[in-house]
């Protein structure tokens, strides 16, 4: 790497940290592009050059927390030994994440991504879909077993996934759902609802 591209990813770094810090404190209406500015001590025309404009910068922050969940989702089904201690590694490992990211995770869980989410959906969605191989094959090498039900790949994402991105986001809003109750209940209701035999 090259001392400019060294400075270029140091710079992106300092702005994806500051725009974090700026939304744990202030926000979603606080994640402006000044407030950010100030926060990284970074120029106007650096946050332009290196992401296009705020949205972008969101996008990129997204992406690169999305990432990290998703790697973790992974390790967590990839050391399971059957399709349902994975299902329960991978609860426990989502709520893990939302319990130790409590910032990041209101931010994953926001109106905000929402937002870019239906505004740049394609592009969010294919990154997901660049890191989802593990669990999708996952998935699939369990319904090839007999393990998992063979539903398309959309509904067996929102079976498993749906209830538990739900309670994170009642925890992170409401804050009247216990995560450690939910990591011992969830699972098996998920299990349930994908197992084969449905049992």
Sequence with gaps: MSPKQHRGEVTSDLLLDAALRVYADAGEQ?????????????SLGSLYHHFGSIDGLVNALLTRWLGRLLGELADAVGNSHDARTGVRALVRAYLGFVQAHPDVSRLLHSSRADQVGMEQGRELRDVQEARMPPLTSWVLRHVERGEIAPLS?????????????GVSRR???????????????????????ISADGA
């Design 30 to 42: 606080g994640l402006t592009v000044s407030a950010v500015t100030r926060a990284s001590g970074v």
């Design 153 to 165: 790949p959309a509904l067996l994402e929102s079976l498993l996934l749906g209830p538990v991105v």
């Design 171 to 193: 925890w992170l809003t409401l804050g009247d759902v216990d995560l450690d109750e939910a990591a011992r209940i969830l699972p098996e209701r998920i299990w349930r609802s």
